[in-house]
T-cell receptor
């Protein structure tokens, strides 16, 4: 079965410092991987996705993620945190073997930015 | 930018009552989904819907749940007889196609359902 594990439930960084949100996945086939962000009282917004093309994926707002098959990881990074980055971040996997439209979510990481 | 909308933002109901959660997907999208998130737990897939029928559903989506596209714009989730454990945030999503490798599911802001 497909699954994702987000290793940190809460991450705090100072404004202007790098962000690292960790995600490991389990999938039996060639997965699609996503990061979604949820700001308070807003819907889930797609940040970026990996779909078997380039392993380094660039998303919106300066975020990027690297697909590492050998480590089954898809960590999200940003070189310099901004106050507006404070939100909940979800790592998500879908696997053609389990029905391509079904998204499987991690438990989420709450990112706090310290001024 | 087009967006998925959901109403109400918060619904409080008594156990055993029926509730209908409403969603307006993005207008040119053909695939519709419901997910839910129980407080402190993962967002879970409930059901996908295409061409007026369910295309996939999870084990959570039992006979108490039903979905409908009653007109050209709304997509609804009905819970026939609510239980305490149905308390959760319910997210609606829509996409142009079913292939997440080539397309994106767009999510609404959610409806928080509280069952007393």
């Amino acid at each position: 079965a497909q699954s994702v594990t987000q290793l940190d439930s809460h991450v705090s960084v100072s404004e202007g410092t790098p962000v690292l949100l960790r995600c490991n996945y389990s999938s039996s086939y060639s997965p699609s991987l996503f990061w979604y962000v949820q700001h308070p009282n807003k819907g889930l917004q797609l940040l970026l996705k990996y779909t078997s093309a380039a392993t380094l994926v660039k998303g919106i707002n300066g975020f990027e993620a690297e697909f590492k098959k050998s480590e089954t990881s898809f960590h999200l990074t940003k070189p310099s945190a901004h106050m507006s980055d404070a939100a909940e971040y979800f790592c998500v996997v879908s696997d053609p073997l389990f029905g391509n439209e079904k998204l499987t979510f991690g438990t989420g990481t709450r990112l706090t930015i310290i001024p | 930018e087009p967006e998925v909308t959901q109403t109400p933002s918060h619904q409080v109901t008594q156990m055993g009552q029926e509730v209908i959660l409403r969603c307006v997907p993005i207008s040119n999208h053909l695939y519709f989904y419901w997910y839910r998130q129980i407080l402190g737990q993962k967002v879970e897939f409930l059901v996908s819907f295409y061409n007026n029928e369910i295309s996939e559903k999870s084990e959570i989506f039992d006979d108490q749940f039903s979905v409908e596209r009653p007109d050209g714009s709304n997509f609804t989730l009905k819970i026939r007889s609510t239980k305490l454990e149905d308390s959760a945030m319910y997210f609606c999503a829509s996409s142009e196609s079913r292939d997440t490798a080539t397309d994106t599911q767009y999510f609404g802001p959610g409806t928080r359902l509280t069952v007393l």
